[in-house]
């Protein structure tokens, strides 16, 4: 079973802070995607990382892809309000290239 | 603009009582996928349409059905809700699956009284 844990669980923070959280395996992923829901709505895509040690950055948002496919990092610099939301990373499933496996995801709360 | 769409947004329901939720896509991508999620917890993967090929998840209740008539189409049955499927479902779909970005629906909030 490929598993993705994700830490922090629970994050609140003050506005202007930055934060980095976590999404780990012990499995090899083929790629890894991050998305951000906001209460209410459905998830939405914010990256994919592919190569082994890629950096992706997004505004004030950073990713990295661990070097050996396992985990991947998302960095917020200086966090806004905005940014409120549920974090959850995303791996395909081996053998299976229509499923993803999502983890639990991180709860961001940014306080103005 | 291409899209997913989930109606109702909202929907109360009976214990017992059918319910069917339904997705509608713009996109015109050959997978779409039913997902269930419960407050702070991952989406869950009830089932998924490779074009009209369905795919059942081995742990997905029988009380959960689910018909795709067309490309654009796909509806969520639920036959005998009980309080436990109160929840959030997530209609989704994306092209060709795995590494290929799923798009989301707003999502559909049940209430079972």
């Known amino acids: 079973t490929q598993l993705l844990e994700q830490s922090p669980q629970f994050l609140s923070i003050q506005e202007g802070e930055n934060l980095t959280v976590y999404c780990n395996s012990s499995s090899v992923f083929s790629s890894l995607q991050w998305y951000r829901q906001e209460p209410g709505e459905g998830p939405v895509l914010l990256v994919t990382v592919v190569t082994g040690g890629e950096v992706k950055k997004l505004k004030r948002l950073t990713f990295q892809f661990g070097d050996a496919r396992k985990d991947s990092s998302l960095h917020i610099t200086a966090a806004q309000p905005g940014d409120t939301g549920l974090y959850l990373c995303a791996g395909p499933y081996t053998g299976a290239n229509s499923k993803l496996t999502f983890g639990k995801g991180i709860t961001l709360s940014v306080r103005p | 603009d291409a899209m997913v769409i989930q109606n109702p947004r909202y929907q109360v329901t009976q214990f017992g009582k059918p319910v069917t939720l339904s997705c509608s896509q713009t996109?015109?991508?050959?997978?779409m996928y039913w997902y269930q999620q419960k407050s702070s917890q991952a989406p869950k993967l009830l089932f998924h349409y490779y074009d009209k090929d369905f795919n059942n998840e081995a742990d997905t209740p029988d009380n959960f059905q689910s018909r795709r008539p067309n490309t654009s189409f796909c509806f969520l049955d639920i036959r005998s809700p009980g309080l436990g499927d109160a929840a959030m479902y997530l209609c989704?779909?994306?092209?060709?699956?795995?590494?290929?970005?799923?798009?989301f629906g707003p999502g559909t909030r049940l209430l079972v009284l």
């Open positions: 996109l015109n991508h050959n997978v």
């Open positions: 989704a779909t994306s092209t060709r699956g795995g590494r290929e970005t799923q798009y």
